[in-house]
């Protein structure tokens, strides 16, 4: 049986990430973290799947000889092209962003008209139309949105320019008169107000992030390995990248709970 209080070890290409790794937080308060994300080589999203596929395992081993009881892909570019690989090679539990968002998307839709966003590297995957095994009644319109990560890489989740992008990007979804919209991408739910500006209220938005933090928690009672809580939860934050830069952007992006962040070689 694994350690209940070894960390959960989360991985991204980046610091998208980081809000799964916040949705996690909030959902399971008692648990110790080790991110890992692999900014010297983001975006995933714009790279061949083989490439993505190496890049993603070299980081999930990483994690797995830090001890983590539990691998979560908080990424969706890496999620599409590794999961199958991740669970035969891991023996700990793994849990990624694609399929716990298609099932939350078919369960809300009351249309049967679905969009996901998301980088390219997902969109020809293929993998949402997998995971979601398009049922009978169910259309699923697919967008790449590529624009919307190089905006929050920048710090940018509002203004004009972003506006224009956003309308350009979401047309295919606006035009298939969708009810209910993935946010196939960990970068998206930073642009929640601008995507939900320009889809109107009627569009259901579903959050890759939120819904992995929930089979995250599933996923750790199902394999008896929920922390303890003997005390205050540990993080720590690992980039390939550049750490100032990636502790700067992430704290104003998604919170100033991040503290330290350390170079991973
Ligand atoms: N984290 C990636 C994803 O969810 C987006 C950023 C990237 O392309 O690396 O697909």
Redo the contacts with the bound molecule.
Sequence with gaps: MGDRNAPIGIF???F??LTVARAVMDQLPDEDIVYVGDSAR?????LPVGQVREYALECLDHLVDQGVKMLVIA????SAAVLADARERYAVPVVE?IRPAARRAAAVTRTGRIGVI??R??ATSGAYADALAVPPGVRLTTAACPRF?DFVEAGVTGGPALLEVAHDHLAPVLAAEVDTLILG???YPLLTGVISYVLGEGVTLVSSAEECGQQAWAALLEADLLAEGTGPASHRFFTTGAPEQFSELGRRLVGDWIDRVEQLA
């Design positions: 991204d290409s980046g998208g990430g983001s975006p995933y999203g714009e990424c969706n570019s890496a962003v998301c980088t590297a997902t990560v991408c960990t970068h």
